[in-house]
């Protein structure tokens, strides 16, 4: 005869979305040391070394929650489940997008056969100088030629690549931020109504934040695909 589970409190379910916020968070302000053979990965590289390690985190804690309640025993905590999961579900597709953009950039530069020689580079930047000059000060120039130099790039392709690498590590910091301030929404929908008023019904709005957003983001996607 199995003895009946006393329910997650609703302190411990906040804890377990806040926890995941946290990390989800610390996803931003991971730094990792970049050659300066690879500036241009630089936005890119502190999210895609630490995102999967975040991902295995949330993981194994998800495995644990299940575990311990492996069918949620109140509407708190299959809210607290809908939320977690779908945060989970999010940072791993956005991390697999990040994924495929580092390696098309890497494609595009050569990555990993070798630099082209620096004659050969700086003869092309010579040509293409002009394409860009107006849009910087002498300063910035010479910082785009340097780092170009070091990358074995012409400084325009330098700055396309540089562009495409910023641009990748904007939508993997959108997608954190949206997530952890998701599951900060539902911890504190979860910690601070009572128990009974938390629930999931057929309405949109009561579903937590996290899922609501999956939901727009999938609709947005069909239609632009119309």
Same mark, same amino acid.
Request: charged share 20%.
């Given at each position: 005869?199995?003895?009946?589970?006393?329910?997650?409190?609703?302190?411990?379910?906040?804890?377990?979305?806040? /926890?995941?916020?946290?990390?989800?968070?610390?996803? #931003?302000? @991971?730094?990792?040391?970049? @050659?300066?053979?690879?500036?241009?990965?630089?936005?890119?590289?502190?999210?895609?070394?630490?995102?999967?390690?975040? &991902?295995?985190?949330?993981?194994?804690?998800?495995?644990? $929650?299940?575990?311990?309640?492996?069918?949620?025993?109140?509407?708190?905590?299959?809210?607290?489940?809908?939320?977690?999961?779908?945060?989970?579900?999010?940072?791993?597709?956005? #991390?697999?997008?990040?994924?495929?953009?580092?390696?098309?950039?890497?494609?595009?530069?050569?990555?990993?056969?070798?630099?082209?020689?620096?004659?050969?580079?700086?003869?092309?930047?010579?040509?293409?100088?002009?394409?860009? /000059? $107006?849009?910087?000060?002498?300063?910035?120039?010479?910082?785009?030629?340097?780092?170009?130099?070091?990358?074995?790039? @012409?400084?325009?392709?330098?700055?396309? &690549?540089?562009?495409?690498?910023?641009?990748?590590?904007?939508?993997?910091? /959108?997608?954190?931020?949206?997530?952890?301030?998701?599951?900060?929404?539902?911890? @504190?929908?979860?910690?601070?109504?009572?128990? /009974?008023?938390?629930?999931?019904?057929?309405?949109?709005?009561?579903?937590?934040?996290?899922?609501?957003?999956?939901?727009?983001?999938?609709?947005?996607?069909?239609?632009?695909?119309?």
């Amino acid at each position: 005869m199995t003895a009946n589970r006393a329910p997650v409190a609703r302190t411990e379910l906040a804890g377990l979305l806040t /926890d995941a916020a946290r990390n989800v968070s610390g996803i #931003l302000t @991971a730094e990792y040391p970049t @050659a300066a053979s690879r500036s241009y990965l630089h936005p890119v590289l502190g999210a895609l070394a630490s995102g999967p390690r975040v &991902v295995c985190e949330l993981n194994d804690r998800l495995e644990e $929650f299940v575990a311990d309640e492996p069918l949620p025993a109140t509407p708190a905590g299959l809210f607290t489940l809908a939320s977690y999961a779908s945060a989970l579900g999010w940072l791993t597709e956005s #991390l697999a997008e990040l994924t495929t953009s580092v390696d098309q950039l890497c494609t595009r530069v050569g990555i990993p056969t070798e630099p082209p020689h620096p004659a050969f580079a700086a003869t092309i930047g010579v040509e293409q100088d002009s394409e860009f /000059d $107006f849009a910087f000060n002498a300063l910035e120039l010479a910082a785009i030629r340097t780092a170009a130099e070091a990358a074995g790039l @012409a400084p325009g392709d330098y700055v396309e &690549v540089l562009s495409e690498s910023l641009l990748a590590a904007s939508r993997i910091t /959108d997608a954190c931020m949206e997530i952890s301030s998701g599951l900060l929404e539902d911890a @504190a929908y979860v910690l601070n109504e009572a128990t /009974d008023q938390v629930w999931i019904g057929d309405g949109p709005d009561s579903l937590p934040t996290l899922v609501r957003s999956l939901l727009a983001r999938m609709e947005a996607a069909e239609s632009a695909s119309h």
